[in-house]
């Protein structure tokens, strides 16, 4: 049954032009009708534009005494929603006096109301009981999976001809594919429509509802009262992601992870935007396939780049059609950047950021005059081999923790400073595998530097090796071979491997297990300068019991900062 009906905001019939706004909407869900009232109050003044009256929570609830009570109080455009328990709500009573409420409500001038697909050949039985100055929302939610674009586009198709004025879709994202499918949905909707995905790797759709035109989205009074899995609160939405700013041209850019929800990359990056006054939004993204995710955005051009970070950097740089040459160097990309043809550039900005800050502190301890050389930050196209002096790296052993993309990092920029890099990870395999790498690059860099007359594009600094005759390639080759070692893991927590640098570049500490450190303290105490990747929490368990150690405890707040800061000059040029 079709009901129509036009409007061009919330007090009025549903208009499906394309300059409509996304609405915000919160829910009421307190569980007395006292409580319900006053929450009603604070909705109001939340800044949102509608406000979702959840009846079902009420546990005091009678109709004939309640209802025009409750929609009275509510100064601002409303939704009644009484969701039965079979939908994900707390109804459990008869049916027939649930759907009778929904058709008073509409007949006591409920601006909007929320009706579950299922029950809507019943609820409209007799179709002159509900006013057209009514809203019906048809609504279907599935809390197991997101179903096919195909079974998405045909629900919504069967809901509007079974007299949706606005169709919602809810489902569960069990991958953040599942995410873009439903923007897919939105992006291609023939009328209005609230898409949502539930659960942290869907959260993208509620966070850029208006970006794809979505009819409203919902956000929560506060982080604690989320009515839904995954939704946001109000004022992140507004004021972090903008939410009220973006449209339909909004360039999008996010931040690649697993875990990701501790990144305090969307406040830097999206506090740069509004700064410059930048039409883009940068938002999370917890991936478990990158290859998947970046297939499924092929055909949202609008998506122009991403920051990477743990278990992805080595896929990305895989994934990507061109290189950044330092950040082919290390074997890892943390910054994606899309090209014209749609295809994604790799860089790595994490180096020189981490170098310079664990410069800084080593020089810093030594009494050094003047700044580090690297403490300036610049992609590898822009890489210098150093402002006059050498480093303070020179001629120190560091000892990286960790042979993934942000260890590989950590380990070229030391080699590349003239420090020897000592690698260590549970998987030994995967340290020798880093060290080799390294004393290969090593190797060629110093042949090439002895036939070109040392060059100013040597990668690795070869000035501490040995001295070898200039007229020998191999020679030189073979002294510079030295830059890198492994050791086993039981050797680093042991303590058997001493060095003038402990870098940790694994998860470990990381929030919620910030009590865990990647080696016991008396380890940690051992290394003069300590560094730790890790900025959630910033004083990590590692760098406390090296700092009560007597260590220079270097946090990574300062190598992510140096590493945002040129990921959005890539971003946005």
Request: hydrophobic fraction near 45%; glycine fraction near 8%.
């Amino acid at each position: 049954m079709m009901r129509t009906s036009a409007a061009a905001s919330p007090d009025a019939a549903p208009a499906e032009a394309a300059s409509e706004p996304s609405y915000i909407c919160t829910s009421v869900t307190a569980t007395t009708v006292d409580a319900f009232l006053a929450e009603i109050q604070e909705a109001a003044a939340s800044g949102v534009d509608i406000i979702e009256l959840r009846l079902d929570f009420l546990t005091d609830f009678d109709p004939e005494k309640h209802l025009q009570l409750i929609m009275s109080s509510c100064p601002l455009p409303y939704i009644v929603t009484y969701r039965p328990v079979w939908e994900g709500g707390k109804y459990d009573g008869p049916e027939p006096e649930r759907l009778a409420v929904l058709k008073m409500a509409a007949l006591m001038g409920a601006p909007y109301i929320d009706v579950e697909f299922k029950a809507s050949p019943y609820f409209f039985a007799d179709r002159h009981e509900v006013p057209l100055s009514t809203r019906v929302i048809l609504s279907y939610h599935d809390f197991q999976q997101t179903p096919s674009a195909a079974t998405l586009s045909q629900l919504a198709a069967a809901m509007r001809a079974g007299g949706a004025d606005i169709v919602k879709l809810a489902a569960m994202a069990n991958d953040v594919g599942d995410a873009v499918r439903m923007l897919d949905l939105l992006r291609k909707k023939d009328g209005p429509m609230i898409a949502l995905s539930m659960g942290e790797k869907g959260q993208i759709v509620r966070l850029l509802a208006a970006k794809y035109g979505g009819y409203l989205t919902f956000a929560a009074m506060s982080p604690e009262r989320a009515s839904a899995p995954g939704q946001p609160d109000i004022g992140k939405l507004v004021e972090l992601y903008g939410y009220r700013r973006q449209g339909s041209r909004t360039k999008l850019y996010g931040i690649i992870g697993n875990p990701v929800s501790h990144s305090k990359s969307p406040l830097i990056h999206n506090t740069a935007f509004q700064h410059i006054g930048y039409d883009g939004v940068y938002v999370p993204l917890l991936v478990d396939d990158l290859g998947r995710l970046l297939g499924a955005l092929q055909e949202h051009p609008d998506w122009a780049g991403f920051s990477v970070t743990i278990p992805h950097k080595e896929a990305a740089l895989r994934l990507s059609s061109s290189v950044d040459p330092v950040a082919a160097q290390i074997g890892a990309v943390n910054t994606l950047v899309r090209q014209p043809d749609g295809s994604y550039r790799g860089y790595n900005t994490d180096w020189l950021a981490a170098i310079g800050a664990i410069e800084r502190a080593v020089a810093a301890r030594e009494g050094a005059a003047g700044a580090a050389s690297s403490s300036s930050v610049g992609s590898g196209e822009q890489q210098q081999q150093g402002e006059a002096g050498v480093s303070p790296l020179c001629g120190k052993t560091v000892v990286v923790i960790g042979a993934g993309g942000a260890g590989r990092a950590l380990a070229f920029g030391a080699a590349t400073k003239g420090a020897r890099v000592i690698i260590a990870n549970r998987n030994r395999e995967r340290a020798d595998q880093l060290a080799a790498a390294l004393n290969a690059a090593a190797a060629a860099a110093a042949a090439s530097s002895s036939t070109s007359s040392g060059s100013s594009e040597t990668p690795i600094d070869t000035a501490s090796a040995p001295s070898s005759s200039s007229s020998s390639a191999p020679a030189a080759a073979a002294a510079a071979a030295a830059v890198a070692a492994s050791c086993s893991w039981e050797e680093l927590v042991s303590g058997r491997v001493v060095g003038d640098v402990l870098a940790n570049s694994t998860s470990v500490g990381m929030a919620p297990r910030q009590e865990e450190s990647p080696v016991p303290a008396e380890v940690a105490a051992q290394f003069p300068v300590v560094f730790d990747a890790v900025y959630t929490p910033l004083h990590t368990r590692l760098l406390r019991d090296a700092a009560a150690g007597g260590a220079t405890p270097v946090d990574g707040l300062q190598m992510f900062v140096g590493q945002a800061l040129e990921q959005f000059r890539l971003f946005t040029g």
